[in-house]
């Protein structure tokens, strides 16, 4: 399909004119526009540098308090669109996955996707939310070139969901501690298309117009962009965990829109707020909100306070700022009336009941269990943060592992082998089987930690068995006390110098004493008989 362009239609903020021209040229449709650019505001040019960012940042925390919001999109990851039957695939060519319906041609009209209730049910319930059994879809009216209807389908005032919060649990490098934000609502709606850039202009591709979106609107409770992130984190967790979404921010699964204001410690009335957008990843969220505050004290520091407009501003990655992109509407500018095409969404109590019973072990559950087994909140955030993960230890341990060093070997050789090789936990072929079978031939002294090891790799790389790698390659442990005996005995033997040193103060030199013996027992002797006998051989008097 050809694709339409639209000619002068610039990425920064414009003002439309009176006047915008349709011609048709070789078969494309064109969009000519005089565009008119908004001035800058005098606050758009502040700078800082690093130093007085955390100077300012240091002073907001004494002389102001950070009000922040975040509104996320959700995009649900069932088979088809929301009001048509389009498949949608990331990725795939541009207006290849196109109906009459999502391209709001005349005569269309839409039906709901059942999956996009019940994902959106299974949501409201995670999040602690009131559901509300009578809702109802309601058309918002905008104009921008990627929404081909010229309105979104989408809930007003009645929302499927509100009234919830969402618990977690800051990381330790962040001063740790736990965190309660409110949810306002959860509502579905339709997502729009996408406008690609070129220096020709500006292409529209409809192959994204029409998915499911749930939208998460959170109550200002936020006080950090540290905050914010793991809020926006914690998120992604839940809708991984339900599996309603990937909630991956690279594919714009996952997109976060910040409202931030500041207001004088002692002041209960929220000042004007900024939205952010822009945000793709969790680090750039904290780093355009601290941005934000320090721009926003600065004003205030200044006496210019009345320069902070509502507004919507763009996350500058390579400029570590944000700028003015365009005035916000506000809700009167959307006019909202009930959508005609579709009817009430009505729930049964026997309908929410079945999803609430089948609700999966959340992040914040997992957490608390993971909590009572005794491991240490550094374990317990990273071992939680991804369901694979989880399920991976949880099935090591009810094969009968041991808690902590299963933790230990999937935190740590597993992890750095995944991070290594650019994998997931799903991808490796180490079983949580084999897992735990190793690390029981350890404990129980069948293989030392250093065969362990060797072992390991071999498996996470080509899969087998620990058993059967230890009986093709001779790794029994050698557990014997007069075998390891003889080996103490012939390397004291041969190193006479390094016996006299140590038995004259050099006491270090056990460790050279213990590596020969190793390396002469090709690493299958039991650590702690070697270093007990070696001890009772080098301060013998003969």
């Given at each position: ?13 414009f ?14 449709l ?50 088809t ?86 618990d ?104 004007t707020?900024?939205?952010i ?27 210019q ?17 944000t ?9 009167s ?42 491991l ?18 949880d ?12 933790a ?37 002294g ?30 029994v ?27 004259g ?19 299958k ?18």
């Open positions: 399909m050809a694709s339409i362009l639209f000619r002068n239609i610039q990425t920064h903020p003002l439309l004119s009176s006047s915008a021209l349709l011609r048709r040229s070789n078969g494309a064109f969009c000519t526009q005089t565009v008119t650019q908004e001035k800058q505001h005098p606050h758009s040019k502040i700078k800082t540098s690093p130093r007085t960012h955390v100077k300012s940042l240091a002073k907001v925390t004494n002389d102001y308090e950070a009000v922040i919001g975040i509104e996320t999109h959700v995009q649900l990851n069932t088979l669109k929301a009001f048509c039957g389009c498949p949608y695939n990331y990725g795939s060519q541009p207006n290849t996955s196109v109906c009459p319906v999502c391209m709001g041609l005349p005569g269309a009209l839409p039906v709901l996707n059942s999956k996009v209730i019940e994902f959106a049910v299974k949501l409201g319930l995670a999040l602690n939310c009131k559901l509300a059994l009578n809702s109802k879809f309601d058309r918002k009216q905008y104009f921008y070139p990627d929404l081909p209807k010229g309105y979104q389908i989408s809930q007003f005032d009645i929302p499927i969901a509100s009234g919830g919060h969402i977690l649990d800051l990381p330790l490098e962040f001063g740790g501690g736990h965190r309660r934000f409110g949810i306002t609502r959860v509502h579905m709606e339709e997502d729009a298309g996408k406008l690609i850039h070129s220096e020709n202009g500006a292409q529209v591709d409809l192959n994204r117009a029409g998915v499911p979106l749930l939208e998460i609107v959170s109550e200002p409770d936020m006080r950090t962009g540290i905050e914010a992130a793991e809020y926006a984190a914690e998120i992604q967790r839940v809708v991984r965990y339900l599996g309603v979404s990937n909630g991956n921010m690279q594919e714009g699964s996952l997109r976060c829109d910040v409202n931030v204001s500041i207001r004088p410690l002692g002041q209960s009335e929220f000042g707020k900024v939205e957008k822009n945000l793709n990843s969790f680090s750039s969220m904290s780093r355009a909100i601290d941005f934000e505050i320090t721009r926003q004290a600065h004003l205030h520091s200044q006496g306070a009345d320069q902070i407009v509502q507004e919507t501003r763009l996350w500058e990655e390579g400029g570590q700022k700028i003015t992109m365009r005035k916000k509407e506000g809700l500018d959307y006019r909202y009336f009930p959508e005609p095409d579709l009817p009430e969404v009505v729930l049964t109590e026997e309908y929410v009941e079945m999803f609430s019973n089948s609700l999966p072990e959340l992040p914040e559950q997992k957490r608390r269990r993971y909590e009572e087994m005794g240490s909140m550094q374990d317990v955030l990273f071992l939680a943060n991804d369901n694979d993960v989880a399920d991976f230890f099935t090591t341990i009810g094969k009968g592992a041991e808690v902590k060093m299963a230990n070997w999937i935190m740590g050789d597993i992890a750095a082998y995944m991070k290594e090789e650019k994998v997931s936990i799903t991808e490796i072929k180490l079983s949580p089987e084999e897992l735990a079978e190793l690390i029981a031939s350890i404990k129980g069948t293989i030392s930690g250093k065969i362990g090891k060797e072992i390991l790799f071999e498996l996470l790389a080509k899969g087998g068995t620990v058993k059967g790698l230890i009986k093709e390659k001779d790794l442990q050698i557990a014997d006390p007069a075998e390891i005996e003889k080996m103490v005995d012939k390397v004291i033997l041969e190193n006479p110098k390094q016996l006299e040193q140590y038995r103060g050099k006491t270090k030199l056990q460790g050279y004493f213990a590596g020969q013996i190793m390396k002469l027992s090709k690493g002797a039991n650590p702690g008989l070697l270093n007990k006998i070696l001890i009772e051989k080098l301060n013998a008097k003969n």
